[in-house]
């Protein structure tokens, strides 16, 4: 196999070494220190761009008309709320603080996250409907903007968050990264043609962009847990139990998909989170420290996505190589 056969095979999990070995190139050769302070303002522009253009790309693709909520949205919202209940509830009813607290917290982060926004993304790979994708994120969105204002405050008494302010902020968050780069694709779809074929004739575009942004994202949880003030032995349990959770999400999303017939999508839907938008919502309201979780969380579901693509990928060309399946 090539070089670019093997990035293209791999593109995420790449990404993401990419995005670790370039922020420790920059952090610990004393020479760059000054292009690193260059860059960091530039990745933090460079990052929405990147979703903005996945989603922009993403939504030229998808049929509107078929964009409307679906039984298995209302499993899967269900047992989200349910997660986080009893994440809050345990810290509340045991008071617990210090550590254990912290872990909780990038638990809860991690749970409490909207889905994906390139969810859509992977779940076209796989075969799922981006349309259903699509409007589960929208869904998805909206729950956390409702449970953040109400849960943090509870566990985090010195966060002062308002429900009115903290809902508008996420709400802003919202428009900005899913209903701006639908409008522009539906205006594109709709009014541009030649553009609108220009953008959706290049192959996996959305998904490549994707890995852009993974590379910019992992450097910056390389950052956060290179700066955390804490031992190894606590970073190794937060990503042990990012593990944990994420597979956990990943199985009971596939579980409720099964009964809809809705596996990839479900299990997208519930598994494949916002980790940027939780690494900064943990900051602002949480322990810093709890951002740790979220960071994880992004290497543990991109294997999990890039096992998945490579499983799709397999079947279909052995389903290629043997017509007789056909049959």
């Not at 390139?118 to 779940?123: K, P, S, Y």
């Not at 998945?308 to 990928?313: L, S």
């Amino acid at each position: 196999m090539n070089v670019l056969g093997f990035i293209r095979n791999w593109t995420l999990p790449v990404a993401i070494a990419t995005g670790i070995v370039l922020y420790s190139i920059f952090a610990f050769v004393p020479a760059l220190e000054e292009a690193s302070l260059f860059f960091e303002p530039l990745c933090a522009w460079m990052l929405p761009v990147f979703m903005f253009l996945v989603l922009y790309v993403t939504f030229c693709k998808v049929n509107f008309h078929k964009m409307k909520p679906v039984r298995w949205h209302l499993w899967i919202g269900i047992f989200q709320v349910f997660f986080v209940l009893i994440i809050v509830g345990s810290i509340l009813t045991f008071s617990i603080k210090g550590n254990n607290l912290i872990l909780l917290e990038a638990i809860l982060t991690c749970i409490i996250c909207p889905c994906a926004s390139a969810c859509a993304v992977v779940t076209q790979k796989l075969g799922g409907s981006i349309e259903e994708s699509t409007s589960y994120t929208f869904l998805s969105n909206f729950i956390t903007a409702a449970l953040i204002p109400i849960c943090f405050p509870m566990i985090e008494k010195a966060a002062g968050i308002t429900f009115l302010s903290s809902f508008l902020t996420i709400l802003k968050e919202v428009v900005i990264v899913l209903i701006m780069p639908m409008l522009c694709a539906y205006i594109t779809k709709h009014y541009i043609p030649a553009l609108h074929r220009k953008v959706t004739g290049v192959k996996d575009l959305a998904y490549y962009l994707w890995g852009g942004s993974l590379v910019i994202v992992s450097g910056t949880t390389m950052r956060n847990i290179c700066h955390a003030d804490t031992s190894v032995l606590f970073l190794a349990m937060v990503a042990l139990l990012g593990l944990v959770l994420c597979l956990v999400q990943f199985a009971v999303g596939r579980y409720i998909g099964h009964f809809f017939d809705r596996t990839v999508e479900a299990g997208q839907g519930l598994g494949q989170k916002n980790t940027a938008f939780a690494i900064w919502i943990a900051s602002a309201y949480l322990n810093p420290l709890s951002t740790v979780g979220p960071g994880c969380y992004i290497l543990w579901q991109n294997i999990i996505n890039s096992i998945e693509i490579w499983r799709e990928r397999t079947k279909s060309k052995s389903f290629v190589s043997s017509p007789e399946k056909n049959v």
